[in-house]
């Protein structure tokens, strides 16, 4: 709508709490209305991330910045290609959390091998407490060989260094669940998560 999103432009930010904060009120409205509670969920976008991008592409064709991956990034997300820091993608993505008390998630992308830096964990954590996230997570991936029991974070890893055995078991975090295998992802939820960046 303004040719920017909301990780890189305030005017984006501000229009998206805008129209985030209707979304709310509206909300309540009908929950007073009926006497039913209604609310608002950030969706975390497994089927939809991408169906909607098909049917968009199908009435708006390919817009650069908008249709031209296969996914749309989860509800108020910063772009999951965007490079930031964990800090600001907390600040920007935090306000929306006060708006959607129906679900939201905050996640941070680390590289290296967490089990041996918690001050990492530790820093993150303290992070999405100062601004308020309502529920978050760190994702950094693990694997685990399944011969032997050797475990580290390397990237791509196929053969165990220990033993040789090409049975690795890779655990990542692509939506709300830990997976092993990210075979049974749609195409769409995998193009999102083939693009995701470490946040630095
Ligand atoms: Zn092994």
Avoid at 15 to 30: D, K, P, Q, Y
Avoid at 70 to 95: G, L, Q
Avoid at 167 to 190: C, E, H, M, S
Wanted: charged share 25%.
């Amino acid at each position: 709508l303004v040719g920017k999103h909301h990780g890189e432009s305030e005017e984006a930010q501000a229009l998206g709490l805008r129209i985030v904060s209707h979304m709310r009120s509206r909300a309540n409205e009908f929950s007073e209305k009926y006497q039913h509670n209604f609310s608002v969920l950030a969706t975390p976008a497994e089927g939809l991330s991408g169906k909607f991008t098909k049917a968009d592409r199908k009435s708006f064709g390919v817009l650069p910045g908008i249709t031209d991956k296969i996914y749309y990034t989860n509800s108020n997300h910063v772009p999951v290609y965007y490079h930031c820091s964990p800090r600001h993608k907390a600040k920007v993505e935090a306000p929306y959390h006060e708006l959607t008390r129906g679900g939201h998630i905050f996640y941070v992308e680390i590289d290296g091998d967490a089990t041996h830096n918690p001050e990492a964990i530790s820093d993150i954590v303290d992070l999405m407490d100062k601004y308020n996230i309502g529920y978050g997570s760190v994702n950094h991936d693990r694997n685990r060989c399944m011969t032997c029991g050797y475990e580290d974070a390397q990237e791509n890893l196929d053969e165990c260094p220990k033993c040789g055995s090409h049975d690795i078991d890779k655990l990542q975090r692509i939506t709300g669940y830990l997976v092993g295998t990210t075979d049974r992802w749609n195409n769409a939820k995998l193009a999102e998560l083939n693009d995701r960046i470490v946040h630095k």
